[in-house]
Nanobody, 126 residues
Framework: QLQLVESGGGLVQPGRSLRLSCAAS????????IGWFRQAQGKEREGVAC????????KYADSVKGRFTISRDNAKNTVYLQMNNLKPEDTGVYYC???????????????????WGQGTRVTVPS
């Protein structure tokens, strides 16, 4: 069974950067599309970025385009989310999720994902 563990969250000042990691165990990520989602307090979970199993296709929420970059290292069974120029509105719990998908498919829709990590908190004070 696939298990996902996020890490790399923390408290960071506006304008600074963080890199989140999503490490998988139990199965290889070679055939999984991965999404990063976040949930702010009192708000619904939203898709932030996703990447296809091949790494060829990436998608981003408009709110993070140009600031966040999703990447994957299948040899390490890990997916990353590089977050630059962080803003207070980026605060929330960040989750990674996985779904079996074709090499060029990825989605920002949470309902499409089967496996979820426990989340890592990112706090950007105003």
């Amino acid at each position: 069974q696939l298990q996902l563990v996020e890490s790399g969250g923390g408290l960071v000042q506006p304008g600074r950067s963080l890199r989140l990691s999503c490490a998988a165990s139990g199965r290889t990520l070679d055939y999984y599309a991965i999404g990063w989602f976040r949930q702010a307090q009192g708000k619904e979970r939203e898709g932030v970025a996703c990447i296809s199993s091949s790494g060829e296709i990436t998608k981003y929420a408009d709110s993070v385009k140009g600031r966040f970059t999703i990447s994957r290292d299948n040899a390490k069974n890990t997916v990353y989310l590089q977050m630059n120029n962080l803003k207070p509105e980026d605060t929330g719990v960040y989750y990674c999720a996985a779904e079996v998908a074709g090499p060029r498919y990825s989605s920002l829709l949470a309902d499409e994902y089967d496996s979820w990590g426990q989340g890592t908190r990112v706090t950007v004070p105003s």
